[in-house]
Structures are given as structure tokens and as C-alpha cells.
């Protein structure tokens, strides 16, 4: 029969994935162990995850469904993992006949597949659906496909599985050429299994290239698979042990040999682990071995044991379906809570977003000055004293600039408040646009502003020099203004008006002249630590 796998896991996976195939019982052992101990969410869904595909392998399908239902919410921003449980999911659902939702979870992990741009998941549901399809041809055609992508990414190990199911199909479809065919890909699978180390599909192809010979009629080929299929046997785990005996039994059957196929299994329906299912196989088998040694007492009663039991199998079939329906509801119902879930969450989230935008909105028109878009008062006197305990707790320096506009009530006077905003506004931007990112640029209050400059020693060439620089670019415009110009104090820039503004005192430079004549301390650059307080600082250069 075919055997269903996913692909494997660069090395940053943990060990039970890597050994999913190769030692199924110690994958799921570690996986149990993982759900145990696992510190986060997102390990233990991995891990149900891999449980499920070890009950997937034992067809307990309501157990499967049970781990999955678990492990999805957990798996919620883990889309690889996430893709990989719909993948179990869709062949779950295909099983227990719910053809529909299989066929949504093969849609869900395509679409999870392509938006990784995880070649391996993609030829992965290539691989899987390819049994959903309709006839024999396109079940054929389907793992082609999958065998040409796993190929293509370079994904050996599901190779192996695309070559045996593959090889077994073909074998199944019945005509010479393509059981050649299925002859040259199960030696293939066994070949590449043998180098990877995955015993159970080494030893599966290696049977199944016996039973091609045998329909080829080479006898003697199929003697020694045979032989080498039963080395093997004792080293596949116990669910792919059942599986090769019956194929071995087979393969004695067809060579005229149905005693020593009866032995095979004879001992096999000793087996604890043998599940009801695989029992009615066996018997079925075991029967037609009987008959062909001419014990016919015997094939009577193995054959009616197969009746009785097989019927209690499809009735508990029946209700392992309905309970794996149930619990397939169960989980597609939690989908959608967490898909609502997560929706409430992102709403929340942009409504935190915006309310931090409205914050720090309220919070800055409560700093700001609105004329002059620098900070206010406020701020200033709050910045003055955090900065100067902070320099002082550091032992670092603080520097404070003062300047004002001179003549500015004359600017009012003469020009009107709103002139007058537009210098404090041009002033503000200035001072903002020439600042350090570390300046504390502030309204002190009318035309005055302070600058809080941390770790910036008042003696220092630099301060003096940046003053000095900034002085410069804060000249009084000389000549009588043209339409469409105000007149410029220090910091002032160019703004609209409406009119032509005349000089206020009839002569192009008279604020200057003015202010040079009457206040000796206007348009200059003051250090308080100077003894020569009312002199011209003179700039470094």
C-alpha cells in the first residue's frame, strides 16, 4: 500500500522530526516527551504535530484529530509547522471520508507553501493529494509531478516515498512496460532509502521490486528480494513489520511456497500490537495460503474469522469516522475563534496605535509654542531642572543661550501682531534648523528664547563660535524693503504681506542706527563669565 510522508527538516529541527521516518517509535517518544517539558507553545504544537503523524501511520484517526485540534491554536504564528499540521489534516479528512475539508486543507497549505516559498511543503501536497485524484492515470500522473519537484529542491528523502508509491501504482495499473518501470523505481527508492538510512522504505521497495519480477516472471530476481526484504524485517519499526509480512507472505504465495507464507502469518497474529484492521488483513491472506496447501478445514476457518471480524472492523470504522468528524469540527470551529481572535487583536492593536498618536499629539501641543513651533515655557522649566540635575549628578557641563529680538514692539507697532508672529514663527524655525539634536529649543516668553545645550562648557570656542554664526545669519536687511518683504530684526526671514511695508522711521537703516546709538548691549554676543560685559563679543575663527 502507500506510504505517506512529509519532508524533512533542515537541522535546526529537533530530533523527532528528523527520525519521523527513519525511527518512527523514538520520533514519537521524543514528541511525548517534548509536549511534556515544552516551555512554549509553538515546541508543543510542533510536537503534536509529530504525534499525530505517528497515529496517522497506525490509522487512529480520532487520536490524530484529537493531537491537531490541540496543536492548531498553538501553531498560530508558526506558518511552516502551521502547514504542515493542514497537510496531516487534509489526508486525515480524505481517510475518513470527509472529501470536502480535505480538499480545503490541501488549498490551506498550498497557499501556506507559496507564501514561505517552501519548495519541499509545496511538492509535499503535490505528493499527498495525489491519491485524492480520480483514476488510476491521475493518481500516476500526480506523483510524477511530485517526484519531478521533490527532485527539484533537492529533497531525497521524499523521493524515496514518490518512487515507491509511484512504483506501487504503476505496478497496480497492470501492464508490462510500466511494471518495468515500477521495477526500476522501487530498486531506486531502495537505493536512496539505504543511503539515508530509512530502513522501513528500503525494506518496503525492495519487496515490492520482488512481487514486479515475479509478474515479469523472473523467479529467481524475485527470490533473492525476497530474501533481502526478510534481512531486513526484524530492523523496520513495528507498524511497517506488519505491513512487509503480509508482503512477504505474499511474495512466498506467488512463488508456490503458502506454507512457509502461513508461518509468516501464523506468528503475526500473535502480535499484540496488531490492530483489528490489519488482523482481518492477515486472515484474509492467511486463508487463500490454506487453500493453496490443500488445507482446506483450515482456510474455511481462518476465512470465516475474516468475515466475523471484518464486519466488527467496518462498525468500528464506522464510529471511529463519526468521532474523527466530530473532533474535525471541533477544530475547524477553533480556527475560527482564533481567526477572530486574532482579528480582535489587530483592532486592539491600531487602536492602541492610535490613541499613542493621539497622545503624543496632546502631549506636544502641551510643549509647544504655537506661534513659534519651538517648546514653551513649560517644557523649558522642566528640561532646566532634570538637565541640571543630570549634569550634576555626571559632573558634566550645561550651557544656557539667551537672546531676544531687538526693537520687536517697534515690529508690532509699526507692522501689526500678525508681522510680528511671522518674525517669531521665522526666528523659531531658524533656531530649530540650526540646533544640535541634543539643544533644548525654547520660547522663554514674548521675543525671548533660551537654548539648553547639555555637556557644553560656557567658555567653550565652539558655543562662542556657533553664536557668533548664528548672529551672522540674523542680519537686518539693508535698503528700504520691496513689496511682498517685511522687515527683518535679528533672526527675522522673509514672509508675506500683503502691501509694500515702509521703513518706520524714513531711513532704510534707522533700527539699526537707532539701536546702535541708544542701547550699546542690542545685536550682540554677551559670555557672562567675560569681565567685559557691555563690549562687542568678537567671534572665534
Known amino acids: 500500500m502507500p506510504v505517506h510522508s512529509q519532508h524533512p527538516e533542515p537541522s535546526a529541527i529537533d530530533e523527532a522530526w528528523r527520525l519521523r521516518n527513519r525511527d518512527p517509535e523514538a520520533s514519537a517518544a521524543l514528541a511525548e516527551q517534548v509536549v511534556r517539558q515544552a516551555a512554549t507553545e509553538p515546541a508543543a504544537g510542533r510536537a503534536r504535530v509529530l504525534l499525530a503523524m505517528s497515529q496517522y501511520r497506525c490509522a487512529d484517526y480520532a487520536q490524530v484529530l484529537e493531537h491537531l485540534h490541540t496543536a492548531l491554536p498553538e501553531l498560530a504564528d508558526d506558518p511552516l509547522w502551521l502547514g504542515r ?20 486543507y490541501f488549498v490551506r497549505t498550498t497557499e501556506l507553501a507559496l507564501s514561505l516559498g517552501d519548495g519541499q ?48 501504482y504503476l505496478r497496480r495499473h497492470g501492464a508490462a512496460e510500466e511494471r518495468r518501470e515500477a521495477y526500476q523505481l522501487s530498486g531506486t527508492a531502495a537505493r536512496r532509502a539505504a543511503g539515508l538510512g530509512v530502513v522501513d522504505i ?11 519480477l515475479i509478474d515479469l516472471g523472473d523467479v529467481e530476481g524475485a527470490r533473492r528480494e525476497l530474501e533481502a526484504a526478510t534481512t531486513l524485517l526484524r530492523r523496520t519499526d513495528r507498524s511497517t513489520s506488519i505491513l512487509l509480512t503480509v508482503d512477504l507472505a505474499e511474495l512466498h504465495l506467488a512463488l508456490g511456497e503458502p506454507l512457509a507464507a502461513a508461518s509468516l502469518l501464523a506468528d503475526l497474529l500473535g502480535w499484540d500490537e496488531l490492530t483489528e484492521p490489519q488482523r482481518v488483513l492477515v486472515l484474509e491472506v492467511l486463508s487463500r495460503c490454506h487453500a493453496a496447501a490443500g488445507d482446506h478445514a483450515a482456510a474455511y476457518q481462518a476465512l470465516r474469522e475474516h468475515v466475523d471480524r471484518r464486519q466488527s472492523v467496518q462498525d468500528a470504522l464506522g464510529r471511529n469516522r463519526a468521532n474523527a468528524l466530530e473532533v474535525l469540527h471541533r477544530a475547524r470551529r477553533a480556527e475560527r475563534e482564533a481567526a477572530r481572535a486574532r ?5 486592539l492593536s491600531a487602536t492602541l496605535e492610535d490613541l499613542q498618536d493621539a497622545t503624543q499629539l496632546m502631549w506636544e501641543s502641551s510643549v509647544r509654542d504655537v506661534t513659534t513651533g519651538v517648546y514653551n515655557r513649560r517644557y ?4 532646566l531642572a532634570q538637565l541640571s540635575a543630570d549634569a550634576a549628578e555626571r559632573g558634566e557641563p550645561l550651557s544656557l543661550v539667551l537672546l531676544d529680538i531687538d526693537h520687536f514692539k517697534v515690529v508690532n507697532d509699526s507692522f501689526g501682531h500678525l508681522v510680528g508672529d511671522q518674525v517669531l514663527a521665522d526666528l523659531g524655525a531658524l533656531l530649530r534648523r540650526h540646533a544640535r539634536p ?31 554664526r548664528g548672529r551672522r545669519r540674523l542680519p537686518l536687511d539693508r535698503g528700504r524693503p520691496r513689496a511682498g518683504h517685511h522687515q527683518r530684526g535679528r533672526g527675522l526671514g522673509p514672509g508675506p504681506h500683503r502691501r509694500p511695508v515702509p521703513d518706520p522711521r524714513g531711513r532704510p537703516s534707522a533700527l539699526r542706527r537707532q539701536g546702535r546709538r541708544s542701547q550699546p548691549g542690542r545685536r550682540r554676543l554677551v559670555d557672562p563669565s567675560t569681565p567685559q560685559r557691555g563690549k562687542r563679543c568678537r567671534a572665534d575663527h
Open 85 to 104: 499540521a493542514y497537510l496531516v489534516l487534509a489526508n486525515t479528512s480524505r481517510e475518513i471520508g470527509a472529501v470536502e475539508q480535505s480538499a480545503e
Open 121 to 168: 511543503l509545496e511538492a509535499m501536497v503535490v505528493h499527498d493529494q495525489a491519491e485524492s485524484r480520480g483514476t488510476l492515470e491521475d493518481v500516476i500522473a500526480g506523483y510524477r509531478e511530485a517526484l519531478r519537484l521533490l527532485a527539484g529542491v533537492g529533497d531525497t528523502e521524499g523521493q524515496c516515498f514518490a518512487e515507491y508509491n509511484l512504483a506501487w
Open 202 to 212: 528500503e525494506a518496503l521497495s525492495i519487496a515490492l521490486g520482488a512481487q514486479c
Open 343 to 347: 482579528d480582535r487583536v489587530r483592532t
Open 380 to 383: 523649558f522649566d522642566e528640561q
Open 438 to 468: 541634543s539643544d533644548v529649543v525654547t520660547r522663554y516668553g514674548g521675543e525671548e528664547f533660551a537654548i539648553l545645550q547639555p555637556r557644553t562648557p560656557p567658555r567653550r570656542r565652539g558655543l562662542r563660535r556657533a553664536a557668533a
